[in-house]
């Protein structure tokens, strides 16, 4: 099965809606692999945020996304990038549709409630920069056979 990184922002950790928001992954059927709160830091976030370095608004994400703690999950699934990506919307919550999580909790393109890999190896690297090892739990949950049929896992 695939991992992916997810961090419920401050966006989600301020406005008290962590819950909600972890709740619709687990209801989903993915699997909370790990699961842990951390405060973002400079370095961390420029190089979780690399390719957005030389943006003039990056001195203000890096502000915001400091601004509480984060809770950061690894989150397990059979092709579990895309479907926390299908989940999760458009980065703009404004433009991002009903159903999703930015389209039903969010109007910012900043202050939009999860980050989420948008790819299997960008997910791999962001596990490792957030998650020792021993962090990521391998477990089945009991009712893993309601989740999938036998040959999609
Ligand atoms: P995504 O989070 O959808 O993968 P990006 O990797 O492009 O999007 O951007 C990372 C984060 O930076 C976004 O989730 C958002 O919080 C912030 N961001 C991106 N573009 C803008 C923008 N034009 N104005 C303000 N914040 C932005």
């Known amino acids: 099965m695939e991992e992916t990184l997810v ?36 370095a961390l976030l420029d190089e979780h945020y690399a390719h957005l370095v ?3 608004f990056f001195p203000r994400i890096k502000a915001s996304m400091m601004s509480t703690p984060v809770v950061v999950m690894c989150v397990r699934g059979k092709d579990a990038v ?30 939009n409630i999860v980050h989420a890999s948008d790819s299997v190896e960008n997910g ?17 949950p009991s009712g893993i056979n309601y989740l999938y049929a036998s040959d999609e896992v």
Not at 127 to 140: C, H, M, Q
Request: net charge positive.
């Open 54 to 56: 030389d943006r003039p």
């Open 82 to 111: 895309q479907v926390v990506r299908n989940m999760t919307g458009v980065t703009n919550g404004r433009n991002a549709n009903p159903g999703t999580i930015r389209g039903d909790y969010s109007m910012s393109g900043q202050e």
């Open 124 to 140: 791999k690297i962001e596990l490792a920069r957030f998650f020792k090892p021993e962090e990521i739990f391998d477990y089945t």
């Open 7 to 42: 961090i419920l922002k401050p966006s989600a950790i301020g406005r008290g809606i962590a819950g909600e928001i972890i709740t619709r992954f687990e209801r989903k059927g993915l699997i909370i692999a790990g699961m842990k709160m951390i405060q973002l830091n400079d």
